[in-house]
């Protein structure tokens, strides 16, 4: 079984700065993209950026949010500054990876629970 951890929202006011992590765990074998997706009520979720060699971004966070992984740990992070009240949402964590289970292979996508983070004007 895997799962993607995530931590670090919070209530931070406009201007400030966040972290996000995000840690898998489990019979990982590889670990190929990772990102940050975000939703508010009503919305669909929306690419923030994901990482996998390179980097990509949406247009409304590029410039402010910092999207690294640490391989050796299979965690992502995303510093998030200037924050900007419409940053406000629950984002979640995104995983394309590898399991080797019982002698075989098997691609999963999985997601995290989702943190929320609050950007007060």
């Known amino acids: 079984q895997v799962q993607l951890v995530e931590s670090g929202g919070g209530l931070v006011q406009s201007g400030g700065s966040l972290r996000l992590s995000c840690a898998a765990s489990?019979?990982?074998?590889?670990?190929?993209?990772m990102g940050w997706y975000r939703q508010t009520p009503g919305k669909e979720r929306e690419l923030v950026a994901t990482i996998n060699g390179s980097t990509n971004y949406a247009d409304s966070v590029k410039g402010r949010f910092t999207i690294s992984r640490d391989n050796a740990k299979n965690t992502v992070y995303l510093q998030m500054n200037s924050l900007k009240p419409d940053d406000t949402a629950v984002y979640y964590c995104?995983?394309?990876?590898?399991?080797?289970?019982?002698?075989?292979?098997?691609?999963?996508?999985?997601w995290g629970q989702g943190t929320l983070v609050t950007v007060s004007s």
């Open positions: 489990g019979s990982i074998f590889s670990i190929n993209a």
């Open positions: 995104n995983a394309g990876l590898v399991t080797y289970v019982k002698s075989a292979y098997r691609y999963l996508e999985v």
